[in-house]
């Protein structure tokens, strides 16, 4: 088992460009879970997929924002015409919806600069 | 008004001392509740997890829970210095967190 896996590691933009993520879930959870987390703040809630699914979006998140999860494996999240305000760790985290439902393991993240 | 929040802290303990670590959540639909700690430039990772009114203990770690008042903390007995980190409550699902309290423990 080699955990959830995020690609890239570290992004640095320019504004205006388009960006994407890649997370690669714990190969038998179903759930998989985007945040953002910026300095001195918690993980904020973007979006989560069961299986192929996307459950719920955060009523926060811009529509420059979109994640697939095309076939229940990995996930991809799309950031268009990227803004400094963008810049942020990107986590992704996996879960089952067995018994011990609710923990989250998470990736190492993606780091996104915009200049 | 956050649907998690966190007393801010920070929060400075000596060695050894108790440390106490206190949540509020907005949502009365919230069923789980979780602890999860994140030590400076890594992901968090879980600490506890609480479901039912009460206290639940884990080693020196205890969380409480209390539906009725929406209150969850985690109390650190014995507190050591590799306790220093971000101390993230958070509430499901899915899963939202607080912004976190940043505890130091000092020798």
């Known amino acids: 088992d080699t955990g959830v896996s995020q690609n890239p590691r570290h992004k640095i933009t320019k504004r205006g460009q388009n960006v994407t993520f890649r997370c690669d879930p714990i190969s038998e959870h179903n759930r998989l879970y985007w945040y953002r987390q910026t300095l001195g703040q918690g993980p904020e809630f973007l979006t989560y997929?069961?299986?192929?699914?996307?459950?719920?979006k955060s009523r926060l998140l811009s529509d420059r924002f979109s994640a697939e999860r095309p076939k229940g494996s990995f996930s991809t999240l799309e950031i268009q015409r990227t803004e400094q305000g963008d810049s942020a760790m990107y986590l992704c985290?996996?879960?089952?919806?067995?018994?011990?439902?609710?923990?989250?393991?998470f990736g190492e993240g993606s780091r996104l600069t915009v200049l | 008004q956050k649907e998690v929040e966190q007393n801010s802290g920070p929060l400075s303990v000596p060695e050894g001392a108790i440390a106490s670590l206190n949540c509020t959540y907005s949502d009365r639909g919230s069923q789980s509740f979780f602890w999860y700690r994140q030590y400076s430039g890594k992901s968090p990772e879980l600490i506890m997890s609480?479901?039912?009114?009460g206290d639940k203990e884990d080693g020196r770690f205890t969380a409480q829970l209390n539906k009725a008042s929406q209150y969850v903390s985690l109390l650190i007995r014995d507190s050591q210095p590799s306790d220093s980190a971000t101390y993230l409550c958070a509430a499901s699902s899915p899963m939202r967190f607080g912004a976190g309290t940043r505890l130091t423990v000092k020798p």
């Open positions: 609480i479901y039912s009114n």
């Open positions: 997929f069961q299986n192929e699914a996307q459950l719920e």
């Open positions: 985290a996996s879960s089952s919806t067995g018994v011990a439902t609710g923990e989250l393991f």
